[in-house]
């Protein structure tokens, strides 16, 4: 599941981090592709997504994709530069480039061409610009335009703004993430999956024990997608618990996963971090506030919806 890729140095950044381990966790069945591919269900669907009308299993899939869409499993370390740069540091030289004007601290503009990373066989295409909103302390902001990443199981093209504060006493971290109240677009083309998810009013808030290398986050936002037939609202009702350096998944938390017409579902967290924990899921189709169904899913079966 470890993703080798590594483009910035953000703690957190759920959005391009999902969009990694779709790459990531994606492989087999298929063959690869390395284009979008996603012309047929890509387009804004502004329907209201309407549980009463689906079956508990549809209604767990499009919970899934949701809640995974929106970086699920926080894989914000393996983005970390060994070198502490804030950009990937070659390229290798193989194939491609990475025109920078950026200042000697890392900040500025990118344009990745055709850059190739050998030891995972990612290429990345497009401009990335890291910019910085306050000169004291960790307070930046991350804009990519249409920077398409491509591996042998996926391409995905991400567009959009992720703001980033972060403050440490060197033992506890904290900060938040948002998209400064604009869109972020994550468009997915796969063997498995094509389409396009839109992300509005995204914030997360996070607290690190940077010892324990355990995370406990807090997230609300919206998500829309052809796939899901409209709009999702995502929102952890209790904080999520992971530990993210020998856990693939959350241990512990609630998620609440709305339709836009009452419907709900609580996913709650019941399992070891492990892709065999289980996530009971309580559904109230008719939003009448009486859930009609329990049901134990695992991490594999709800949570890799996507890959």
Not at 122 to 128: D, L, M, S, V
Request: with cysteine; aromatic share 8%; glycine share 10%.
């Amino acid at each position: 599941m470890n993703n080798l890729l590594k483009i910035i140095n953000l703690k957190r950044s759920s959005l391009l981090v999902s969009a990694l381990l779709i790459a990531a966790c994606g492989g087999g069945g298929g063959g690869s592709t390395d284009t979008d591919n996603s012309n047929n269900n890509s387009q804004q669907n502004t329907q209201i997504v309407d549980f009463s009308t689906k079956t508990d299993a549809e209604i767990t899939a499009l919970a899934g994709n949701a809640v995974n869409a929106g970086g699920i499993e926080d894989k914000s370390d393996s983005l970390e530069n060994n070198s502490g740069s804030p950009i990937i540091t070659p390229c290798d030289n193989q194939g491609g480039t990475i025109d920078s004007q950026a200042d000697a601290s890392g900040y500025g503009t990118y344009t990745f061409l055709n850059c190739t990373l050998t030891s995972s066989s990612i290429t990345i295409n497009g401009q990335f610009i890291y910019g910085r909103s306050n000169v004291t302390g960790f307070d930046d902001f991350f804009t990519f335009n249409t920077v398409k990443i491509a591996e042998s199981v996926a391409t995905f093209t991400l567009n959009g703004e992720l703001h980033e504060s972060t403050t440490t006493d060197g033992v506890t971290e904290s900060g938040k993430l948002s998209i400064n109240g604009k869109p972020f677009t994550l468009i997915i083309a796969s063997s498995k999956l094509n389409g396009t998810f839109t992300f509005n009013n995204f914030d997360e808030s996070y607290t690190d024990d940077l010892n324990a290398k355990q995370s406990v986050t807090t997230i609300s936002y919206t998500v829309s997608s052809s796939n899901f037939g409209g709009t999702l609202t995502v929102k952890t009702i209790t904080p999520v618990k992971h530990r993210y350096i020998i856990d693939d998944y959350p241990y512990e938390g609630v998620y609440e996963i709305t339709d836009g017409q009452g419907g709900k579902v609580v996913a709650t967290i019941q399992g070891s971090g492990l892709a065999t924990g289980i996530v009971n899921l309580q559904i109230d189709k008719d939003g009448d506030g009486t859930f009609e169904s329990s049901n134990d899913v695992t991490w594999s079966e709800f949570a890799e919806k996507l890959s």
